[in-house]
C-alpha cells in the first residue's frame, strides 16, 4: 500500500491569523468566567507588544501564566461552550496562503497534521472547520468533577513536536518523502527541519534566522500581498 505525504503545520500566527488562546482568554473575560483583572494582568505585555518595545512570545508567555491562574477550578463545559464562540464568530479569520496550501494538499491526498500550543477544547472544535486529518493541543488537567486543577498535562514544546510528528507517522503508516512543514516561530524548527519542505510563514526572528541559515523558503503574508523569499 502507498504511503500517504505527511503536511504539518501549527496554527496560531500560521493558519489563523491571532492566538487561539489569546481569542479564548479574552472572550472567557467577557463571558464573566476570568475576572477582569486578568486582562490587567497581562496589559504591560500586550501594549509592549503593540508598540514594537516588546515581543510577541514574552506577552503568549505571561498570557499563558495568568490563563493558567484564572483556569483553575474553573468547569471544562464552561470552556468547551466559550470555545464554540470563538470558533463561530473567528474561525474564517485565517491567512490566505497557508488556506490554499491546505485545500490543494487536501486534493493531493496529504495526511495533514496540525500542532499547536492552544487548548485541545479550542483546536478540537476549530477543526471542524479546518478539516484536518489529527490535531494535537494543550491538555489541561482536570478532576473527578469535571473542573480545571490549574496543572497541565501536556503542552507541546520544542523536543514534542519533534516527537509528535515521529509518533504520527509512525502510527497512520506515512511518509517524510515530499512532506511539507509550515511554523511561524521557534519552536516550530523542531517539526520544520523533519521536512522535505520546510516553510517559515510570517516568522519571528528566531525563525527566521534558522531558515535564512538552512535555506528554507520563507514566506510573508502583509495585507493582500504575498511575499516568497
Known sequence: MRKRKLAVFDVDGTIFRS??????????????I??????EEV???FEAWLNRTGTHDAYITKLVKVF?????GKKQED???????????EKARVYRFTREL?????KKNYFLLAITGSPYETIRIYNKFLRFDKTYGWVLETDGGGRYTGQTKYVYSVADKRYLVERVIKKYNLTLRGSIGVGDTLVDASFLNMMDKPIAFNPSSGL????RH????????????????
Open 34 to 39: 476570568f475576572s477582569k483583572r486578568a486582562l
Open 79 to 89: 470552556i468547551r461552550r466559550v470555545s464554540r464562540i470563538v470558533v463561530v464568530e
Open 102 to 106: 491546505v485545500r490543494d494538499l487536501r
Open 68 to 72: 493558567m491562574k484564572y483556569i483553575k
Open 214 to 229: 538552512k535555506g528554507w523558503q520563507i514566506v510573508v503574508e502583509r495585507k493582500d500581498v504575498i511575499y516568497k523569499l
Open 19 to 32: 492566538s487561539l488562546t489569546r481569542r479564548l482568554f479574552v472572550h472567557l473575560v467577557e463571558e464573566g
Open 43 to 45: 496589559r504591560r505585555e
Open 208 to 211: 527566521y534566522k534558522i531558515a
